[in-house]
């Protein structure tokens, strides 16, 4: 039969369905079949001849009717996964139930009416249909998820066939060993099977299904304490799945082991149509999903003994329930370890290749999927996170990270971007190995719209978080406590910041410091509390290489004189707030000396009208994403959470934390009667005198004199006669005692369990579009809005 005719018929069985006002049976095979076992649809037809109307239609006015429907398609499914799918006609049956269903399932999720109906057991559907089967019957969904796990895994239609020749029988299906069959080689699996297009297609196609089964996630709103997981997700990754490592495993070696460029030949891929490429996207969402998981609420009893092979560690205790998570936090090896970061890191740089070679490489698109999973590696897995910050190939990760914040810092549409790198860089800044590889000088020259600069990894992230502050736009303010922190957490480590960096810094905190912008919100002291602090943590700790810091202090001196004489009468909190009003733009570029940006860049775009995005969760405050700790003599950390206000060894007090400083600012601030909040003289005393100033003004003192001197004596105008001064000058024993340094280390927290399940689904939700699986249903997890 031809596809016209295949379509022409699946189309009137749509109709037939819509317009039947009484229930048709369960068993009148002539009229279900229709709707897979003669037609050849693909899914893109599917989505056109099942319009959304019909659905509703169907849910509506013949509830009876889609239950049935619903009900015959998984139980062809669960038939082709007993059977084995050998005939072409089964697989046929099988790819047109999964894409039925994947039509279908989001108008079922909408309803919260539906929601219970894959949770129930159908009356008679024991295996054998007497009544005594209805005892054991298993709830739709669970037949549905074991069907499709089967079927991930079934020879000759998504896996390679084992048989060495056609006399054999078909291998069965319930005796086979899917750990044979990962699809994969990589971690725990050492054997590449020959790619074939066929079962990549078929894998896919499975795979969408069973996101869309996860994704009733999207129609429950956001609540605070979501600690109740999803069920599909909870099922599927547990024990019940005897699939389940073979498909974690084949699920992360198919994406890391995803090499983009086409067998390393550049321009290959405009010869050869890639597709794998939409597989390890598929791949990669659905492992995202089945990771999600609040880590800051679960140390839950589990897995009653199941083998995992040598690949996952077995000495620790046993992990959470959800077996995905649970491997994932146990893999332990350092080849796999390599694959995998090499894997992450190859394809996050793919998008920087395209601007040496433009074209030479296929542009993949899943680089935020793959920023969310290396997340939840680092997050679930420590071992992980200190293999990745054990040598420089943590910068690997770094690069590309900086660029995507970079590239996005204009676009409204990619605010979840932008948080997800901070967030990452959060992570990795808490550990001290990474503020030690920032010294690796920066020579690949990946072009960017930043200015040209010589000099380290850490000079390429303090110039590219000064472009995201001053020229990225408004709503990443929330976003600049934690900039700050990372600068913070590393600065104890930079041994040499070049002047361009430098100057950033100083810019900085010039433009922090200006009256109108302290006393125009209650948090923004804040940021001059962490640019001072990372001051101080250079001067103590790293004062040798980094001459062109201390210049550049020597030459704003005046900026740290303004903050030391800080009016605090309430005319003139007044008059700065005045000033403002005349000028609203927040941080000038002014007095921030440009430069030519890298040749070959872009410049940051914003997003093109009409761009669709989806809102997010709000992010909690820096206090509760981090907790203080203090670097002993020996390198080693102590908490410091929760703390009375203390002051260090060398009388500054430690810098007050948002969490603590707030309550006692809105006690001291007045609220007038519109709820606004506004400063008051005894606020910015509460907090000025606070100001970690004293090593600073030390170094002034005793600088200052002896670079006027030098000026004089020599004439001179020249910058480097005064910088070789500085570069062999010392301070020992001029200096304040230097404070102990403090660490703020990301913690995991429920707030920011919901923040990544709201990202990630709206990443699913908008890069889905052929087919549109969740396009116009009435998701209730964020709100799509047009730019």
Known sequence: MGSADSKLNFRKAVIQLTTKT???????????????????????????????????AVREESPSNLATLCYKAVEKLVQGAESGCHSEKEKQIVLNCSRLLTRVLPYIFEDPDWRGFFWSTVPGAGRGGGEDDDENARPLAESLLLAIADL???????????????????????????????????????????????????????LKLLLTCFSEAMYLPPAPDSGSPNPWVQFFCSTENRHALPLFTSLLNTVCAYDPVGYGIPYNHLLFSDYREPLVEEA????????????????????????????????????????FVNYLSRIHREEDFQFILKGIARLLSNPLLQTYLPNSTKKIQFHQELLVLFWKLCDFNKKFLFFVLKSSDVLDI????????????ADQSRVGLMHIGVFILLLLSGERNFGVRLNKPYSVRVP??????????????????????????????????????IVVNVSPYLKSLSMVAANKLLHLLEAFSTTWFLFSAAQNHHLVFFLLEAFNNIIQYQFDGNSNLVYAIIRKRSVFHQLANLPSDPPAIHKALQRRRRTPEPLSRTGSQEGASMEGSRPAAPAEPGTLKTSLAATPGIDKLTEKSQVSEDGTLRSLEPTPQESSADGSPIVEEPGQAWREQRRLSSASA???????????????????LQTIMRLLQVLVPQVEKICIDKGLTDESEILRFLQHGTLVGLLPVPHPILIRKYQANSGTAMWFRTYMWGVIYLRNVDPPVWYDTDVKLFDIQRV
């Open 674 to 692: 519109s709820g606004q909040w506004s400063p008051t003289s005894e606020w910015v005393l509460s907090w000025k005198s606070k100001l970690p």
């Open 22 to 56: 009484q229930p048709v049976e369960a068993t009148d095979d002539a009229f279900w079949d229709q709707f897979w076992a003669d037609t050849a649809t693909s899914v893109q037809d599917v989505f056109a001849l099942v319009p959304a109307a019909e659905i509703r």
């Open 448 to 485: 960017m719209d930043i200015p040209v600069f010589t000099g380290t990894h850490a000079d390429l992230l303090i110039v590219v978080f000064h472009k995201i502050i001053t020229s990225g736009h408004q709503r990443l303010q929330p976003l600049f406590d934690c900039l700050l922190t």
């Open 284 to 323: 990669a969402q659905v492992l995202i999903v089945t990771l999600d998981h609040d880590s800051a609420t679960s140390i839950s009893p589990t897995v009653d003994g199941t083998t995992t092979g040598t690949a996952m560690d077995d000495s620790d205790p046993p992990g959470p329930e959800n077996l």
């Open 398 to 409: 770094l690069v590309p990270t900086l660029y995507f914040l970079n590239d996005a810092r």
């Open 152 to 206: 991930l895994f079934c020879p000759d239609f998504t896996v390679q066939s084992h048989r060495r020749s056609t006399v054999d029988s078909a291998e069965d299906v319930h005796s086979l060993d899917s750990c044979e069959y990962i699809w994969e080689a990589g971690v725990g699996f050492a054997h590449s099977p020959q790619p074939n297009y066929i079962h990549d297609v078929n894998r896919m196609e499975l």
